[in-house]
C-alpha cells in the first residue's frame, strides 16, 4: 500500500503535500515529545482551520469513531479507519464534526473524509494518521508503550519522505 502525498522530512515542522493540499507534521512516529509521553503511535498534520482532508488511499470504511462515545471516540474523535485490502489499516483521527462516512462505505483516494478538527484527545486542529496491519485491527501498541506493532506512516507516503 502507497499513501498519497509527500513530506520534505520526517521531522516537526516538515512540509506536507497532496495535490494542493499543504501542511505540516506537527508530531512524528514513535517520538515522545511534550505532548506525547509515551512514542506517538502516527503522525499528524496541520493546515490551515477548517481545511478538507482527503483520504490518501483508496479502501473501505470499517470504523466510524464519534467524539467521546465510546473510548475510541475519547482518544481520537471523530475518526475512521480504512482497511486498504491489502493488509493495512489507517486510522484517521480528530476531524471537527461526525463523519457521513459509514461502516462499509467504499472510499477512493482524494475523497473528502471529515474537516481538519481538534475532537477526542487532542490539543489542537489537525489530522491524526496512523497505520497498522490488519492483525492489528485496534492499533494496539507494544505492552511497554512502544510502537513495533504499528507503522510509521511517513515511510508509505509516495512522494519524497527523508528522515
Known sequence: MQLAGAATANEIGAAFTFG???????AVFARVDEIHTDPHSGF???FPEGTPFPCLAA???VLVGVDGQDNWGRIFGNSC?????D?????????RDALA???GDTVALGQII??????GFSTGDHVHISLAKSDNPWFSKDVDGGV??????VEFLGGDARQ
Do not use: C, K, M, W
Open 87 to 95: 493488509g493495512t489499516r489507517a486510522n484517521y483521527g480528530h476531524f
Open 81 to 85: 479507519i480504512i482497511d486498504h485490502g
Open 59 to 61: 479502501g473501505t470504511v
Open 101 to 103: 462516512l459509514q461502516v
Open 148 to 153: 513495533s506493532r504499528l507503522l510509521d506512516p
Open 44 to 46: 499528524d498534520l496541520a
Open 20 to 26: 494542493a493540499l499543504e501542511g505540516v507534521i506537527t
Open 114 to 119: 471529515g474537516i481538519q478538527g481538534s475532537t
